[in-house]
């Protein structure tokens, strides 16, 4: 089951579990996924499972910053991988595949993603 583990602002090292549904994330205290940030709209991002294609989409849901996935601002539905980076607010969050036990887990997954992206040094 896919997961978003929150990598910077003020709940860094939690985890989401995203499951086979469709998920909303945002601010609103109403929301089973809320992500404390002020730049963050009361409704930001859906994240919804396609059984057909047994991936999961994210869709920015008009929000005032919008969504940027690796780099790039989303204007349309978006297919997710493993290992994305998404920012909304000053919040990121990376995407996953995996599926954890604990936030304790989730952060370790986290930390050797890290370590496979870390450019090579040059002297």
Known sequence: MASL???????????L???N????IGRAEALPMQILDDMISRKHLRIRYDENSNQHFAEDME??????????KINQLT??????????????????????DSSESALEHYKKV?????PT???
């Open 79 to 100: 297919a997710l991988k493993e290992g994305d980076q998404i920012v909304i607010g000053q919040t990121t969050l990376m995407y996953t595949d995996e599926d954890f």
């Open 21 to 24: 549904r469709i998920n909303v």
């Open 63 to 72: 929000s005032k910053h919008g969504v940027i996935i690796n780099n790039h």
């Open 17 to 19: 579990l995203l499951g």
């Open 114 to 118: 890290g370590e496979r992206q870390r």
């Open 5 to 15: 583990i929150i990598t910077s602002g003020e709940q860094k090292g939690e985890y």
């Open 121 to 123: 040094m040059f002297e």
